[in-house]
T-cell receptor
Framework: NAGVTQTPKFQVLKTGQSMTLQCAQDMNHNSMYWYRQDPGMGLRLIYYSASEGTTDKGEVPNGYNVSRLNKREFSLRLESAAPSQTSVYFC????????????FGPGTRLTVL | RKEVEQDPGPFNVPEGATVAFNCTYSNSASQSFFWYRQDCRKEPKLLMSVYSSGNEDGRFTAQLNRASQYISLLIRDSKLSDSATYLCVGGDDKIIFGKGTRLHILP
């Protein structure tokens, strides 16, 4: 049982390049999330998917797109990376419903030059 | 205004002391609240869910006050290993984190 996995672990991009961050969970969870964390800012919600086939904007969706490929996988795409998107990106999943905790992946550390 | 607000600290307290964190939330419809712990550059991990009646887990006690829209975390007999960032979390499908409160336990 791997839990939540994220790839890649580290990435360096140049301004304007695109990339997709991958996230997969093997816990049969309905809901999946993408957060970014900057120093001193806590985690900010980018997008979430409450169930397979749905996605919704979070607090900071601009510059990102997401795809809920199936129940297991939720990807985050940067179409044209900017230095302001340098951050640590965490993916999480949960069963859904009250009191059910989120489980997090180890994070992707992205630097945009 | 952020949906979940908490004092960023840092809180510097001596080992053995009791420390309390508060957190306010703006969405009165939120049903789920949690405290997570995050160690430096690692993923957050659940410390406690917060139930309406309040709940305790060893040295940790969490309370929810729906009338005033805040949740609290009390840590008794603090240990050096409690040094971390504590994140207040609320929401239902849309789960929002506070900025986190840094806690340093001093020997």
């Amino acid at each position: 049982n791997a839990g939540v996995t994220q790839t890649p672990k580290f990435q360096v991009l140049k301004t304007g390049q695109s990339m997709t961050l991958q996230c997969a969970q093997d816990m049969n969870h309905n809901s999946m999330y993408w957060y970014r964390q900057d120093p001193g800012m806590g985690l900010r919600l980018i997008y979430y998917s409450a169930s397979e086939g749905t996605t919704d904007k979070g607090e900071v969706p601009n510059g990102y797109n997401v795809s809920r490929l199936n129940k297991r996988e939720f990807s985050l795409r940067l179409e044209s990376a900017a230095p302001s998107q340098t951050s640590v990106y965490f993916c999480a999943s949960r069963t859904g419903g009250a009191y059910n905790e989120q489980f997090f992946g180890p994070g992707t550390r992205l630097t945009v030059l | 205004r952020k949906e979940v607000e908490q004092d960023p600290g840092p809180f510097n307290v001596p080992e053995g002391a009791t420390v309390a964190f508060n957190c306010t939330y703006s969405n009165s419809a939120s049903q789920s609240f949690f405290w997570y712990r995050q160690d430096c550059r690692k993923e957050p991990k659940l410390l406690m869910s917060v139930y309406s009646s309040g709940n305790e887990d060893g040295r940790f006690t969490a309370q929810l006050n729906r009338a005033s829209q805040y949740i609290s975390l009390l840590i008794r007999d603090s240990k050096l290993s409690d040094s971390a960032t504590y994140l207040c979390v609320g929401g239902d499908d849309k789960i929002i984190f506070g900025k986190g409160t840094r806690l340093h336990i001093l020997p």
